[in-house]
T-cell receptor
Framework: NAGVTQTPKFRVLKTGQSMTLLCAQD?????MYWYRQDPGMGLRLIHY???????AKGEVPDGYNVSRLKKQNFLLGLESAAPSQTSVYFC???????????????FGPGTRLLVL | AQSVTQLGSHVSVSEGALVLLRCNYS??????LFWYVQYPNQGLQLLLK??????LVKGINGFEAEFKKSETSFHLTKPSAHMSDAAEYFC?????????????FGKGNQVVVIP
């Protein structure tokens, strides 16, 4: 199993450009998440999905969109990048049976995004 | 809503000394609590988790944490620090009854191990 993979690993954008970050998991997990990590801020949830075809907003959703067309993939889009979106982006996934007991989130290696 | 507080963004510890990282949580429902570790340029890896079973939880790499409801705490300890423990550590909480598994993370502790 590859676990959770993220593409690309590093990207530089100019202000106003758009891009899509891809997250893929091969563990048949129902739930997937996108976080951003900034120095001294910990991880903050951007959007998440509890199943194929469903998405929901997290703590800091503005400026981002997501799609979950396939169970194994979760895409994060930036329509018009801003310097404030310079960050490290992590994807995670978890399996959650009904009434789940604290299922572990498994993280990808991250994508470093620099917006100039 | 759930939240966690981790004090002291940077923690220095001598090799062989006790590692103690503090985590206090706030939750309106019984919590599940997690400690994750992040090595440089890597994603987060689960160290241990509390899910309402034993209050003393043992994790990987010799770490353990104790859930204390009266103190709303879940501090992480390791008796003897090793150079390989240098990393960033995050405490996280989620509500036990929440079906979406959403975690709230603390701001992290950067651990530096001094030879």
């Amino acid at each position: 199993n590859a676990g959770v993979t993220q593409t690309p690993k590093f990207r530089v954008l100019k202000t106003g450009q758009s891009m899509t970050l891809l997250c893929a998991q091969d563990m048949n997990h129902e739930y997937m998440y996108w976080y951003r990590q900034d120095p001294g801020m910990g991880l903050r949830l951007i959007h998440y999905s509890v199943g194929e075809g469903t998405t929901a907003k997290g703590e800091v959703p503005d400026g981002y969109n997501v799609s979950r067309l396939k169970k194994q993939n979760f895409l994060l889009g930036l329509e018009s990048a801003a310097p404030s979106q310079t960050s490290v982006y992590f994807c995670a996934s978890s399996y959650s049976p009904r009434g789940g007991a604290g299922e572990t989130q498994y993280f990808g290696p991250g994508t470093r995004l620099l917006v100039l | 809503a759930q939240s966690v507080t981790q004090l002291g963004s940077h923690v220095s510890v001598s090799e062989g000394a006790l590692v103690l990282l503090r985590c206090n949580y706030s939750s309106s429902v019984p919590p599940y609590l997690f400690w994750y570790v992040q090595y440089p340029n890597q994603g987060l890896q689960l160290l241990l988790k509390y899910t309402s079973a034993a209050t003393l939880v043992k994790g990987i790499n010799g770490f353990e944490a104790e859930f204390k409801k009266s103190e709303t705490s879940f501090h992480l300890t390791k008796p003897s620090a090793h150079m390989s423990d240098a990393a960033e550590y995050f405490c996280a909480v989620r509500g036990a009854y929440y079906g979406n598994n959403r975690l709230a993370f603390g701001k992290g502790n950067q651990v530096v191990v001094i030879p």
